[in-house]
């Protein structure tokens, strides 16, 4: 692999975890908003 594939890669890599992470905190947010629970389940 050459240095800009794999600069490429870890561009793709950093993209996929960032909109994961960005949804994830987005439902939180949501859920603090509308008072529900983060997994959908009662913990309690």
């Known amino acids: 692999m050459t ?3 794999k600069r490429i ?3 793709f ?3 996929v975890i960032a909109v994961i992470l ?8 949501l859920n603090l908003l ?3 629970t ?3 389940g009662n913990f309690l």
Do not use: C, E, H, Y
């Not at 960005?22 to 947010?29: D, E, N, S, T, V």
């Open 13 to 15: 890599l950093i993209i």
């Open 34 to 36: 509308v008072g529900g």
């Open 9 to 11: 890669f870890i561009l």
């Open 3 to 5: 240095l800009t594939q």
């Open 22 to 29: 960005g949804r994830l905190a987005l439902r939180a947010i």
């Open 38 to 40: 983060m997994f959908g």
